[in-house]
């Protein structure tokens, strides 16, 4: 934390312009080093935070043409004294420009450093600190707006809030346990399962955002699949709104899985064409088949394909069986041909699935698939911008062991047992909660949250 830290902010490559991002205590020292202001002024007789035109010097020799910025602590990212020089985007002068950092005492920053020491030095909380890992990589409108909220508080204030029901439950329980003969308000156990019971259900209530969450943030692992020549890749050119795959009326056409991202409704979609299930003696068919088969255990989501103008097969009733376990939508195409299939009987063979009429020739299906995909994603939460979901796999795991706790200390208030043992899992429920937001968190857990971060951040 004693070192000044340097590393590239902007992506590499080609552009513009490149950033090269410095904190610490020797940042003003380095920057007068490096830096010639074309008004001849020296940083510190400038006003912190304007952008100032000049060049970075090396022995007297020109690196390159610059805009700087220094930014003086506290009121900056990491709290630390912050400089940016803000040169030509190419590899060459941003190199260069770092390079001379180093050289005139600067450490080249680890991973996420920068938002590491703006955890540390108290800036932002840790669930701060991931979403901004999450506002950079996100895929979706909807997937930054969460990301943006959990930056802003919001997910922090919540686990707050329910932290400091519980450390009120705690203290009266931990009064009652130690000073037993004192003039203090005794604690029941019809009292105390209430308290927890209302905690216990505001974690439950984030929870149940968890699995919509995580596909926001991630995607849906979405495979297509069905017998050869039902419609598979027309759907996927209909849902990408583009020819991306083959369509002819041979079976067999696609021979290997094509995999495209698209959003429906703020929902990334990694969305999968899979070759058609049959038996086959086609070497290269059969492995498009076994690709299908890897595909489709793998998946998230499964879309089922049938053509109505052709009676059930053998592998239709096979690709039956293994969906009864799965989240699956199922699409009756060719609706416009003779009907050789009926919509009641496939209910009765997959009752909880969803069953959609289409006719990809038609254009019709695609946008009840879409409400369909939409709805189940979901699952009835609501879609505004500012709710509020539970997006990071670390965090629901660290909800799930603090409704642990909570359940256990319920099931020993029914039996009536002492509040000492009652007591040791309310605290280490609060301690969980408290590692969401890192309050209670170990040092190598830390970095390696920090370490998934890019340079520069």
Known sequence: MEDTI???????????IGIVRLSGENVLQIINDIFKPKSKKSISAIDHRKLIYGHIIDNKQVIDEVLVVYMKAPHTYTKEDIAEIHCHGGMIPVRKILE???????????????????????????????????IISAKTDK????????????LSENIRQIRNAL????????????????????????NLKKQISDILSSIKNLLETADTGKIIKDGL???????????????????????????????????????EMLHINGIPLKIIDTAGIRETSDVIEKIGVEKTKKSFNMADLI???????????????????????????????????????????????????????????????????????????????????????ITNIRHKNLLEK????????????????????????????????GEIIGEAVAEDIIDEIFSRFCLGK
Do not use: C
């Open 6 to 16: 340097a590393a590239v902010a902007t992506a590499p490559g080609e552009a513009g």
């Open 100 to 134: 001379l950092t180093l050289k005139k005492g600067a450490r080249l920053a680890e991973k996420g450093e920068f938002t590491k020491r703006a955890f540390l030095n108290g800036r932002i909380d840790l669930s701060q600190a991931e979403a901004v890992m999450d």
């Open 143 to 154: 997937g930054f707006d969460l990301a943006l909220n959990q930056l802003e508080g919001q």
């Open 167 to 190: 450390l009120q439950t705690i203290a009266h329980v931990s009064v009652n346990i130690d000073y037993p003969e004192e003039d203090i308000e005794e604690i029941t156990y019809e």
């Open 221 to 259: 692992n979405t495979v297509i699949i069905g017998r050869p020549n039902v419609g598979k890749s027309s759907l996927l050119n209909a849902l990408l709104k583009e020819s991306r795959a083959i369509v002819t009326e041979i079976p067999g056409t696609t021979r290997d899985i094509i995999e």
């Open 303 to 389: 879309i089922f394909m049938l053509n109505t103008s052709e009676p059930l097969a053998s592998e239709d009733h096979q690709i039956i069986e293994l969906l009864k376990h799965r989240k699956a939508i199922v699409v009756l195409n060719k609706t416009d041909l003779p009907q050789k299939i009926n919509i009641e009987e496939i209910q009765s063979l997959l009752p909880d699935k969803k069953i959609i009429q289409a006719s990809m020739k038609q254009g019709k299906g695609i946008k009840e698939l879409e409400e369909a995909i939409s709805d189940m994603v979901y699952s009835g939460h609501v879609s505004q911008k500012n709710t509020l979901m």
């Open 402 to 433: 603090a409704k642990t706790f909570l359940e256990d200390s319920l099931s020993m208030i029914e039996r009536q047992e002492p509040l000492d043992f009652i007591d040791i899992d309310l605290k280490n429920a609060w301690e969980s909660l």
